[in-house]
């Protein structure tokens, strides 16, 4: 029967209106052949876009980007049994980066109890790293669709399941579930409950913060900001963190990976505030400074990094505004923090190696990348010159795995942000080893058109296991990759791509791969050797 002549709306319809009532836009996968249609369809006639991916994992990665660029709810679909295999690296991302996503995939009805064929317990496979899941068999199931959705915000944020079968899908709905929740309310802090904090503030003159991934939120983003023009002091960021005080004003010195680069810094500092941050993103070595420490934070944690000598739990914002006051300005010189801001670029320029060292091609796509350009960085050896250069200005200006680490991230991660502000340019990145891992998105990227370039970091090696290997003087063994051309993978795929073998070449191609239209790919020959003094001055 036509929509038209329908007195009810499908199940298939309910889900769709819920999804574009929240916001969503998109929905990113690999469909299979059952029930997957019904979503698509539905999904298409509710005005959101369904964009075929060429790989589960890449598609789950592009819809947690969307919902880190966006702050709503991210979209992945994907078919049963390989499809949920192949999806879970995506949904781990999303479990250990705070992400709110939702899995759709197909099951079976009950009456297919005689199937064997590609049947897995998808439910318990995903569990450990969902908030949430929900089978819907019928039409009483929908009561908890809004509900499972509301999960995937947290705290903290990440996936929710839904298990979706063709027989719900098509079947007509009486009426449609009511909307998800009101805003959260907030826990009360009394006046009370702030007097350690304020008075671990009154005996500190030379206060540092440092910020993590809840800082993202934009209330807590302002807050901070407030806060550090009152205090006047350095902040040092995590990685996901970075940009939610712009790295070339007055207090952002650098990230904090509890490195050498950052040492001087703490020590320096009478008292530590950490300000949204979250363990999943901090190296796995307990904090070795004997300062005291305030931990202001959004939600409780699995785990604590460290015992606190106060500790506030609520809406950021709101805690910063009330702390403001809490003690003198004036212990640090402004001299102070770009001297240490400036230390942390000099290692990062440490290391020499030709003739293109990685440091050379960063500062090359800074000097090459149009203004307002949003980078995406995969997890290698390259991201220390990256997160210690590039600069950003805004929360999510850069993003990056972090509480996964998870390699093949900064393509997909890209091409979802890039079609989530499709009027800004997008950078990835990435290594050779990561973006061999889902070059086949490379098409996804051309097919959609998307603005954005892709700078490899091309050594034929996984560099930053090598430097790990070095240190323990072991045979090299398991540490190269066959010579790769990239450029002309990138061309096979339908994008532009330009091939940079000497420094000359450099500056040339990434201008042209600016100018152009679609996205294009920079090969960039690098010496690896460079990573090794970096890795001992950044990190120690």
Known sequence: MSAAGRQGVTGAEVLAASLAARGVRRIFGVPGGDCSL??????????????????????????????????????????????????????????LERAPLLLIGDGYEDAQDFVS??????????????????????AAAFEGLEALLDRSAGPPAGAVYLEVLGGALRAELAAQPGGGRGPRREPEIAEADLAPARALLAASRRPLVIAGLQACEPAA???????????????????????????????????????????????????????????????????????????????????????????????????????????????????????????????????TGGPIAPQDLVDAAIAAAPAGTRATVDAGAHMLPVMSLWIARAPRDVLISRGLSTMAFALPAAIGASLAEPERWTLAFTGDGGLMMCAGELATAAQNRCRLVVVVFNDSSIALIDVKRQRRQLPRIGMSYSATDFAAVARGFGCRGYRVEAPEELPGALAEAFAGEGPAVVDVQVDAGAYHEQIRALRG
């Open 38 to 95: 019904d979503v698509i369809d539905a999904a298409a006639r509710a005005g959101i876009e369904f964009v075929l991916t060429r790989g589960e994992t890449a598609a789950a990665l592009m819809a947690a980007a969307t919902a880190e660029v966006t702050g709503g709810l991210g979209v992945v679909l994907t078919t049963r049994g390989p499809g949920i295999a192949n999806v879970v690296n995506g949904i781990a991302y999303a479990d």
């Open 117 to 138: 064929h590609q049947r897995l317990d998808q439910a318990a496979m995903l569990a450990p790293l969902v908030r949430g899941a929900l089978r819907l068999d019928g």
């Open 221 to 351: 983003a302002q807050g901070l900001q407030r806060l550090l023009a009152a205090w006047d002091c350095p902040l040092l960021y995590s990685y996901k963190a970075k940009g939610v005080v712009p790295d070339d004003g007055r207090h952002a010195v650098g990230p904090f990976i509890d490195g050498d680069a950052e040492r001087g810094l703490i020590e320096a500092a009478d008292a530590v505030v950490f300000y949204g941050a979250d363990p999943i993103e901090f190296p796995p070595q307990r904090w070795r400074y004997d300062k005291p420490v305030l931990d202001l934070r959004r939600h409780d944690l699995e785990r604590d990094y460290l015992p606190p000598q106060a500790r506030l739990t609520g809406e950021l914002g709101g805690l910063a505004a009330r702390l403001e006051g809490a003690l003198r300005p004036g212990g640090w010189t402004p001299g102070e923090i770009l001297a240490a801001r400036a230390e942390i670029h000099r290692r990062a320029h440490l290391g």
